[in-house]
C-alpha cells in the first residue's frame, strides 16, 4: 500500500517539476522579446486579425467579442491613465504636475505597456480557443452589442481625454526630441 502511495508522490512530484521547467521556459521566451515592443504588437495585431476572421467565418460568438472589447477598453483606460490620479489621491510620491512651474515628473502609468500587451494577447488567445465551444455561442442580436459598445467607448474616452487635459498629461512617449545643429545662414557669401 505504501508503494502506491510513494509512486503517486513521486509522480506527482515530477509533474510539478516538468510544470516548473515549462514555467521558467516560458518566461524566458516572454523576457527575451520585452525590448521588441513593435514586434510584439504586430504579432498581436495579427492574432486579432485571426480572431476576426473565425468570428467573421462561423458568424457567431458575438457575446465573446463583446466581452472581449469591454475587457479591452478595460485595460486601454489603464493604460492611459497614470498610476497616481491626482483627483482621488493626494500623494506624497511621484504626481503630475499641475502648474507650469512644477517641477516635472515622468508620466507613470498605471499599467505599464508589457503588461498592457501580454493580458491584451492573452484575452485573444483565450477568446480565440473559446470559438470553439459551441457552449459559447450565445444566440444574440449583434448589432444592438456593437451600438453599446461604441456608445461606451465614447463615454469613456471622453471622460479619460479630458481628464488628460485637466491634469496636463500625455501618456504617450513620443521618444526623445532630437535637436539639429546650427544652420548654415543663407546670407554669408560663397567662397569658390
Known amino acids: 500500500m505504501e508503494g502506491v502511495r510513494g509512486d503517486g508522490a513521486s509522480a506527482a512530484a515530477a509533474l510539478n517539476q516538468q510544470r516548473l521547467e515549462l514555467s521558467k521556459l516560458f518566461q524566458y521566451y516572454l523576457d527575451k522579446t520585452t525590448p521588441h515592443a513593435t514586434y510584439r504588437w504586430i504579432g498581436t495585431f495579427v492574432f486579432a486579425l485571426l480572431y476576426a476572421l473565425r468570428v467573421y467565418s462561423v458568424q457567431g460568438f458575438y457575446v465573446v467579442t463583446y466581452g472581449l472589447g469591454i475587457y479591452v477598453l478595460n485595460l486601454l483606460i489603464g493604460f492611459l491613465s497614470p498610476l497616481v490620479d491626482p483627483e482621488l489621491e493626494p500623494s506624497d510620491g511621484p504626481m503630475l504636475p499641475t502648474k507650469g512651474s ?5 508620466f507613470i502609468r498605471r499599467l505599464p505597456e508589457f503588461k498592457f500587451w501580454y493580458a491584451i494577447t492573452k484575452a485573444f488567445c483565450v477568446a480565440f480557443v473559446m470559438t470553439f465551444f459551441s457552449l459559447f455561442d450565445v444566440p444574440v442580436f449583434w448589432p444592438i ?3 453599446y459598445w461604441i456608445v461606451l467607448f465614447v463615454l469613456t474616452m471622453r471622460r479619460q481625454i479630458t481628464h488628460m487635459i485637466k491634469y496636463k498629461y500625455v501618456p504617450f512617449n513620443l521618444g526623445k526630441q532630437k535637436y539639429s545643429g546650427k ?10
Open 183 to 192: 544652420r548654415p545662414s543663407t546670407s554669408s557669401p560663397r567662397v569658390d
Open 145 to 147: 452589442l456593437l451600438c
Open 102 to 106: 512644477d517641477e516635472f515628473k515622468p
